[in-house]
T-cell receptor
Framework: KQEVTQIPAALSVPEGENLVLNCSFT??????LQWFRQDPGKGLTSLLL?????REQTSGRLNASLDKSSGRSTLYIAASQPGDSATYLC????????FGTGTRLQVFP | GAVVSQHPSWVICKSGTSVKIECRSL??????MFWYRQFPKQSLMLMAT?????????EQGVEKDKFLINHASLTLSTLTVTSAHPEDSSFYIC????????????FGPGTRLTVT
């Protein structure tokens, strides 16, 4: 059974810091991996999608990497801003989205 | 583009009553819709997958007679929580895909259900 874990569970940092959020999964037989953002009481916004054949994807200040063999992905956020405060979820796709436990990020001014 | 709406955004109902949640794809045709539930400070758990015109496929442990899903058109799916109990209180999120692909889902804003 695929299990997805995210570390840390919560993170509070001052504005401007570079951040690394971690995601690990137990079964490397995935089709792709996605990172999402969820604001409190809201739905999900897709941030980055990494195909299983890819190593990384970048969008603006966000960079996500994927190492299938070790069952790990990282989301790197450069120069964090208060507007980045949200919960970040990773999800792997064998045949459906299996979500991680999430990292609650707070960036304070 | 790719906007998904849910209605209502929040609902309070009494124990034993039924409540219906609608999920609409506003600017695309959704061949597949997914329903998730999320407990406070926990991640999303897939409840069921529905394809237009077909019966929904429920995940293990989800009672299909309690959570009725209808996907009658390419833009609308409904989730009805029947005989609701306080333990059904949760955040319900739907998503939709035009290609039926798990990795191309557009998420609705969610519905907060509170059963008293």
């Amino acid at each position: 059974k695929q299990e997805v874990t995210q570390i840390p569970a919560a993170l509070s940092v001052p504005e401007g810091e570079n951040l690394v959020l971690n995601c690990s999964f137990t079964d490397s037989a995935i089709y792709n991996l996605q990172w999402f953002r969820q604001d409190p009481g809201k739905g999900l916004t897709s941030l980055l999608l990494i195909q299983s054949s890819q190593r990384e994807q970048t969008s603006g200040r966000l960079n996500a990497s994927l190492d299938k063999s070790s069952g790990r992905s990282t989301l790197y956020i450069a120069a964090s801003q208060p507007g980045d405060s949200a919960t970040y979820l990773c999800a792997v796709v064998p045949d459906k989205l299996i979500f991680g436990t999430g990292t609650r990020l707070q960036v304070f001014p | 583009g790719a906007v998904v709406s849910q209605h209502p955004s929040w609902v309070i109902c009494k124990s034993g009553t039924s409540v219906k949640i609608e999920c609409r794809s506003l600017d695309f045709q959704a061949t597949t819709m997914f329903w998730y539930r999320q407990f406070p400070k926990q991640s999303l758990m897939l409840m069921a997958t529905s394809n237009e015109g077909s019966k929904a496929t429920y995940e293990q442990g989800v009672e299909k007679d309690k959570f009725l899903i209808n996907h009658a058109s390419l833009t609308l799916s409904t989730l009805t929580v029947t005989s609701a109990h306080p333990e059904d209180s949760s955040f319900y999120i739907c998503s939709a895909s035009s290609k039926g692909l798990a990795y191309e889902q557009y998420f609705g804003p969610g519905t907060r259900l509170t059963v008293t």
